[in-house]
Every structure is written in structure tokens, then in C-alpha cells.
């Protein structure tokens, strides 16, 4: 067997990047490990750190990236850019690093040669096509959503992929599914009604053969660290799996991490605090999570003209304070601190954030602040659930089961979300990081190997 005969399935998410890898014949997608620091090593953090070492500029990946912004820091040409994903759509060009402008679609770049080139190492050899995944909407905004996918696109191009494809990250998700317990993939056709328009929703007819033994409708729900997404889909005996709808919004765990910020966090940062000149700003104490903005704040001259406006004399030490958390990028530190004790809620009552970068954070978080700062986030589950329901002609009765996928998905608010609405037998999942790209793999697969028009994909001209 060649690499003509290999494809990948490329999962790029906000938070963690990983890739599987399908062959013509069957068996299942083998996920493959793309970084050697993380763990698992098939899971990468989406993170690039762009540094000097002496006299020498280097870039790293992943885990590295994240040793690296410990070891270095920000100072000078140091900078550490993660939460890619959820900026692509920006009307950005790009930034300058390490003396020279590097485009958004370069940025992104840097991630994917780093995935392709590990995933080649162990696939044997290069393999030039790929279905790569995307939410089902980028943002509502419409001019947003396709700015961010031609990013993904160029970036795609630019890493080596010359046969290129997309598919909506839900739908594989629930691909992944065609993959039995044994390791065999289960036969199974696709149809579905224009899968990967941004928004897409809709019935679609079926026929040909299924692997359904009575008829299954499945719901599932994939939260990620920038965007939610919802698929429906319905397999009957003797009918292909039917894609019935699919819904997204641009809301999941990196905003839940900026609320829980936002409610909880601030008092360190100046809130209700009184200096000689003044207060801090409002909007100032909103930039503190402001995760998508992070990486432009540091060199944002308003917001340096109005710290030293607080204290021209530097010798107050809590603008003083801020200026070095903006201008260090401290708040990427912070917003990982806010995760770790996010995810720690999920079995503890109560969680101790400890942080140190300019400001000092040391404040304890609890299960209700969580569950207050996720309540937007359940609020759009609900109306996703009621998109995909009403375009399908649904009851939520008529729900065989729900699978959560994606690591916001584990939260407890979650869980007990879904559970309230459609009982504890239908909840199931364990918001699996993997399952999108093995699916993208099965879907690439059909859609490249086989020649197989009916899988929900659609290809790059």
C-alpha cells in the first residue's frame, strides 16, 4: 500500500489539534501521534510560541510552545498565540513577529506543517489529502464565517495538502460512530442535504443500505474551547445514515473561562478599587479574559495611555501591576489557571485559583460560579437542540440518544443539562477530543479513496 492510498482526517480545534489517519479498504482511522511532549501525544494544544534564544529566533509547537513561554517569556521578541481557531475570521491580515508580518494564513500554518510532518513520519510518507473539519458556524456573521474557512483553506495549502476537503466537525463526529468495537468500519452510505453550508439545516431523503438493526435517531453535541455544534442524525434498516440537521453557535469553554473572569476574578485586577486619579476603567477590567485579544493588547496604545494616566509617576503599584500582565501577555497564563480549576469542578466542590503574573489571583472558585458563567452556554445548547429539532420535524422524544464530544462537553453543567431534558439512559459520551478526526478520516475515505458522492464532505476547487 502506497500514501496514494492513505487520507487523513484533520481535526483543528480552538483548544487541541489531532488527526487519523484512513486507508483505502476499511479498518479503522489510526489516530497518530503529532506531539512527543503532550499527553496523549495523538492530542496536541493548539499553541505557537515565536521566541529568541540569544541571538537566535525559533517557533515552536504545542506542548513546546507552552515550555517554551515558561522558560522565555514574552519580553522582547517572545510571543505566544494560541486560540487560533477563533480569530481566523477576524479582519486581520496578520501580525508582525520577530521582525517581519506573518499573515493569519501563515499563523495557522505554523500548526498544521507540525501536524503534517509528524503525522507523515509515522504514516510512512507524505500524504497529500485530507478532510479538514469546521464548525458549523465559524461566527453568525456570514462575512466572518467564510473569511475564517478560506484562512483554513490557505493555511491547508501552505502545510502541504493539495487535495483538500471540508466537513462539518458534528457530522463527523457522528461518522465516527461507523466505526465498530472491533476495529472493523461498519458499511454504511450518507446522504444529506448541502452538509457543509455554514448554518446548513434540513431533511434529506434516504436509500441504500444502513447498518441500523430498528431505526436510531442521534443527537449530538460537540463543545469545544471556541465553538459549539449540534448534529441530528437518523439510521434505518435498509436506508442510508441521514444527516437531518445540523446547527452551531460561536460559544463554548474559552467563554465560559472569560465569565468565570469576569464575575470572579477582577477584584485583584483594580475592581471597586480607589487610586489617587481615579478607578480603572471598565472596559480595561474587560480586557483582563479577553482571550481573543490578548495577543494585540500588549502593544494597544490606548490602553497603555490610560494605565499611565492612572499613575504618571509609576510609583503606584496596581497600574503598574496591570501594565506588565497586558504587556507580558500574562492573561494566556491566567486563562489556562481559570481552565485547569474549571475542569477540576467537575469532581471537586470548590477550586483554588493560584496565579502570579504582575497581578496576584488567589481566589477560590465553586460549582455555583461555574454554573452561573455557563448558563449562556446551556442557553445556546437549548436553542441549537430546538434548531436542529424543528428543521428535522422532531420531538426531543424522538431522540435515541445524545453523545457528547469535546472537552466542554465534560463539564458537570453539562451533563446535567442534557440529562434534565432527555433522561440519564439517552446522555452518553465521554467528550472525546479524537472522535472528529477519526470521522474525518472515515468521511475522507469514502469521499477520496472510494469516490463516494454521497458522504457529506465537500471538496476544495
Not at 255 to 265: I, K, Q
Request: aromatic residues 6%.
Amino acid at each position: 500500500m502506497t500514501t496514494n492510498d492513505l487520507v487523513y482526517g484533520l481535526d483543528f480545534g480552538t483548544s487541541n489539534t489531532s488527526i487519523a489517519l484512513a486507508a483505502r479498504g476499511g479498518g479503522a482511522p489510526r489516530l497518530l501521534p503529532v506531539d512527543p511532549l503532550a499527553d496523549p501525544p495523538e492530542v496536541l494544544p493548539t499553541l505557537v510560541y515565536f521566541g529568541q534564544r540569544g541571538a537566535e529566533l525559533f517557533s515552536s509547537v504545542g506542548a513546546a510552545a507552552w515550555r517554551d513561554l515558561l522558560v522565555h517569556g514574552v519580553r522582547g521578541e517572545g510571543r505566544f498565540l494560541f486560540e487560533l481557531k477563533a480569530v481566523m475570521g477576524l479582519p486581520l491580515d496578520g501580525t508582525r513577529l520577530q521582525g517581519r508580518f506573518v499573515t493569519m494564513p501563515e499563523l495557522v500554518a505554523t500548526v498544521l506543517r507540525h501536524v503534517k510532518a509528524h503525522a507523515d513520519a509515522a504514516a510512512g510518507g507524505p500524504v497529500d489529502r485530507v478532510v479538514c473539519g469546521r464548525p458549523a458556524r465559524f461566527s453568525d456573521d456570514p462575512e466572518t464565517d467564510r473569511r475564517a474557512e478560506r484562512v483554513l483553506d490557505a493555511a491547508l495549502e501552505r502545510a502541504g495538502f493539495r487535495e483538500r476537503a471540508f466537513a462539518l466537525e458534528p457530522v463527523a463526529a457522528d461518522a465516527a460512530a461507523d466505526v465498530g468495537a472491533g476495529g472493523d468500519e461498519v458499511r454504511a452510505e450518507w446522504t444529506s442535504h448541502d452538509p457543509t453550508a455554514a448554518g446548513a439545516t434540513g431533511r434529506a431523503p434516504g436509500g441504500g443500505p444502513g447498518r441500523a438493526r430498528t431505526p436510531t435517531v442521534t443527537l449530538t453535541v460537540d463543545i469545544g474551547g471556541g465553538t459549539l455544534d449540534v448534529s441530528l442524525v437518523r439510521r434505518a434498516p435498509g436506508a442510508r445514515p441521514e444527516v437531518l440537521a445540523v446547527a452551531g453557535k460561536p460559544e463554548a469553554g474559552r467563554n465560559v473561562d472569560r465569565r468565570l473572569v469576569y464575575e470572579r476574578l477582577l477584584e485583584p485586577f483594580g475592581r471597586g478599587a480607589a487610586l489617587r486619579r481615579g478607578e480603572v476603567p471598565a472596559w480595561v477590567l474587560n480586557k483582563v479574559g479577553a482571550w481573543n485579544e490578548l495577543h494585540l493588547l500588549a502593544e494597544d496604545p490606548k490602553l497603555l495611555q490610560t494605565l499611565t494616566r492612572l499613575d504618571p509617576t509609576g510609583r503606584e503599584p496596581l497600574p503598574q501591576a496591570l501594565k506588565r500582565y497586558f504587556r507580558e501577555r500574562q492573561g494566556y497564563a491566567l486563562l489556562r489557571e481559570v481552565e485547569a480549576r474549571k475542569i477540576e469542578l467537575a469532581t471537586a466542590p470548590a477550586a483554588k485559583v493560584r496565579f502570579s503574573g504582575g497581578v496576584v489571583v488567589l481566589e477560590t472558585l465553586d460549582r455555583p460560579a461555574l454554573a452561573a458563567a455557563a448558563a449562556p452556554l446551556l442557553a445556546a445548547i437549548d436553542r441549537c437542540v430546538d434548531e436542529v429539532l424543528a428543521a428535522a420535524g422532531l420531538e426531543a422524544g424522538a431522540i435515541d440518544a445524545v453523545e457528547r464530544i469535546g472537552g466542554t462537553s465534560r463539564l458537570a453543567a453539562v451533563h446535567e443539562h442534557l440529562v434534565a431534558r432527555f433522561g440519564p439512559a439517552r446522555v452518553r459520551g465521554q467528550g472525546s477530543l479524537t472522535a472528529v478526526a477519526e470521522g474525518l478520516a472515515v468521511l475522507g475515505r469514502r469521499w477520496f479513496l472510494e469516490g463516494d458522492r454521497s458522504a457529506p464532505v465537500r471538496e476544495v476547487a
